[in-house]
């Protein structure tokens, strides 16, 4: 099957359902206030589904890898930003978990998608050749 819109890709579907779960906590409690760490996170989930939206339009296998790799470079962001929310207590350990969890899932769709486009059966993350 052939992908024709970025849209159809299930990485970027749960980019987005990791997105809507990143905005959920932001506006909540006393997180709402701390407008650095809230832009911060916010920024890395959203950059998660707009370099594969990006990528997908780059015109190259080798460019939408790339970019791939910036979009799981930017789930561990927001797996690192979820600890400092649960550090602050701005949110629970269950919200954590659910939050880290979907960023974790997110995360393997993205690097299996690389492996897939590198047509290799190594991990995304060791260099090939």
């Given at each position: 099957?052939?992908?024709?819109?970025?849209?159809?890709?299930?990485?970027?579907?749960?980019?987005?359902?990791?997105?809507?779960?990143?905005?959920?906590?932001?506006?909540?409690?006393?997180?709402?206030?701390?407008?650095?760490?809230?832009?911060?996170?916010?920024?890395?989930?959203?950059?998660?589904?707009?370099?594969?939206a990006e990528g997908f339009d780059s015109g190259s296998k080798a460019e939408f890898i790339r970019f791939l790799g910036y979009s799981r470079r930017s789930t561990s962001?927001?797996?690192?930003?979820?600890?400092?929310?649960?550090?602050?207590?701005?949110?629970?350990?269950?919200?954590?978990?659910?939050?880290?969890?979907?960023?974790?899932?997110?995360?393997?769709?993205?690097?299996?998608?690389?492996?897939?486009?590198?047509?290799?059966?190594?991990?995304?993350?060791?260099?090939?050749?």
């Amino acid at each position: 099957m052939q992908i024709k819109q970025f849209e159809e890709i299930e990485a970027w579907k749960e980019a987005r359902h990791l997105t809507q779960m990143v905005y959920e906590i932001t506006e909540r409690n006393e997180l709402k206030k701390d407008f650095g760490l809230t832009g911060q996170i916010q920024r890395a989930a959203v950059s998660i589904m707009s370099n594969i939206a990006e990528g997908f339009d780059s015109g190259s296998k080798a460019e939408f890898i790339r970019f791939l790799g910036y979009s799981r470079r930017s789930t561990s962001e927001v797996q690192c930003h979820l600890y400092v929310t649960l550090d602050q207590g701005y949110i629970t350990r269950e919200k954590f978990n659910m939050v880290y969890q979907q960023a974790e899932k997110t995360r393997k769709l993205v690097s299996a998608f690389i492996r897939y486009l590198r047509g290799t059966g190594q991990p995304a993350n060791r260099p090939t050749g």
